[in-house]
């Protein structure tokens, strides 16, 4: 299947602070990424959903200004979780669709984010 | 918004039995998708099933959608160890796709 990474996996950082996430679709292009929060043994959340060159939809109940999400290319997403707070800590996923809403979405491994 | 409910939550089952799991939805969808994660790790596609279809497989997952109940299976046969991990189906609408709530399948040796 095709692949999409994520990065980083893991990052620590302190309250205040700005965090930023890459999403690369490596061998397709993707028109569509999603940006996904878990909570530990949850399912996962629908964060916002972003088409290449148009700003993101964001859920209802997803702060816009704190979760920033920038589509700027077909193969790069980037969610910028900005003054970072402890009850931001929670593991991200991307997922990146290549075609239209008959075909499956990849995932990347996912981001542990730790706000000390 | 969460649309896909798994049933059940946990599933604990031997080596060689067969798991099944549901989920319902409540809207209309394009298509229903199921995934598997293994503990803290990225999700794995499994399977797709279009709204105009009614059963899928593929090697030992077996997939069933019935739109008038909205509601999917998944069925994995003869499980193994290896099928330990969190189940979820996912439903796709023109513009998004939400999760269900999973089932944590515990397949014993």
């Known amino acids: 299947g095709a692949v999409v990474s994520q990065h980083p996996s893991r990052v620590i950082c302190k309250s205040g602070t700005s965090v930023k996430i890459e999403c690369r679709s490596l061998?397709?292009?993707?028109?569509?990424m999603f940006w996904y929060r878990q909570f530990p043994k949850k399912s996962l959340m629908l964060m916002a959903t972003s088409n290449e060159g148009s700003k993101a939809t964001y859920e209802q109940g997803v702060e816009k200004d704190k979760f920033l999400i920038n589509h700027a290319s077909l193969t790069l997403s980037t969610l910028t979780v900005t003054s970072a707070h402890p009850e931001d800590s929670s593991f991200y996923i991307c997922?990146?669709?290549?075609?239209?809403?008959?075909?499956?979405?990849?995932f990347g491994q996912g981001t542990r984010l730790t706000v000390v | 918004s969460q649309q896909g409910e798994e049933d059940p939550q946990a599933l604990s089952i031997q080596e060689g039995e067969n798991a099944t799991m549901n989920c319902s939805y409540k809207t209309s969808i394009n298509n229903l998708q199921w995934y598997r994660q293994n503990s803290g790790r990225g999700l794995v596609h499994l399977i797709l099933?279009?709204?105009?279809?009614r059963e899928k497989h593929s090697g030992r997952l077996r997939v069933t959608l019935d739109t008038s109940k909205k509601s999917s299976s998944l069925l994995i046969t003869a499980s193994r160890a290896a099928d330990t991990a969190s189940y979820f189906c996912a439903t796709a609408g023109y513009s998004t796709l939400t999760f269900g709530k999973g089932t944590m399948l515990l397949v014993s040796p």
């Open positions: 061998d397709f292009q993707a028109t569509t």
């Open positions: 099933i279009r709204s105009n279809e």
């Open positions: 997922s990146a669709r290549g075609g239209a809403v008959d075909t499956e979405a990849f």
